[in-house]
């Protein structure tokens, strides 16, 4: 099954590549205030730059093929951060947070850090580089924090939710 999940990233990796070398404007594909309705399905597959998508698909890689991130959480990832953020974004912040287009998997891979949180042995390492990580992504233009912070917290709800049913399962079978 994990060998799927990496032919499933490698191909999202490839993908999303393909689509950012497409001249499509930004502005058609992403999440914003009056932005399309599909936007929000679309918006983690593109990229504002190459350097964008390599971060996003790096980022995603190393969580696949060295965090062993499954399917079922890359489609829970994507689910978290593609279709919910917008109207919680609105409700939380107000529709001015999301006047410039947001793209790319950025939102994806907060979502699966947040996930795999409960499961690291390291927690004070791997939340410090969390941390730095985020930091440094404040300081480039154009970053929707809120979406990175989005996918986290509820990534890290459904992991600590899941290792909790996890727990639980196996103290019951012993």
């Not at 990496?6 to 490839?14: D, G, H, M, V, Y």
């Not at 696949?64 to 994507?78: K, P």
């Not at 919910?84 to 891979?109: D, K």
């Not at 580089?129 to 440094?136: D, M, Q």
Request: hydrophobic fraction near 50%; aromatic fraction near 14%; proline fraction near 4%.
């Amino acid at each position: 099954m994990q060998d799927k999940t990496k032919t499933l990233s490698l191909a999202i990796a490839l993908l999303t590549f393909v689509l950012y070398l497409l001249p499509i404007p930004h502005d058609s594909v992403g999440i914003y205030n009056a932005g399309p309705w599909w936007g929000r399905w679309t918006y983690s597959l593109f990229h504002a730059s190459i350097f964008h998508w390599l971060v996003n698909c790096w980022c995603l890689l190393s969580l696949v093929f060295y965090m062993g991130v499954t399917a079922r959480q890359l489609l829970t990832s994507y689910i978290i951060a593609s279709l919910f953020p917008v109207a919680t974004l609105y409700g939380l912040c107000g529709a001015h947070i999301l006047t410039i287009p947001t793209t790319g998997l950025s939102g994806v891979c907060y979502a699966l850090i947040g996930m795999v949180t409960p499961q690291v042995a390291r927690k004070r390492e791997w939340l410090t580089w969390l941390a730095v990580g985020f930091a440094v992504s404040c300081i480039f233009p154009l970053i929707n924090q809120f979406v990175h912070i989005w996918g986290f917290i509820v990534g890290l709800g459904i992991g600590y939710l899941l290792n909790a049913r996890r727990s639980s399962t196996n103290t019951t079978r012993e």
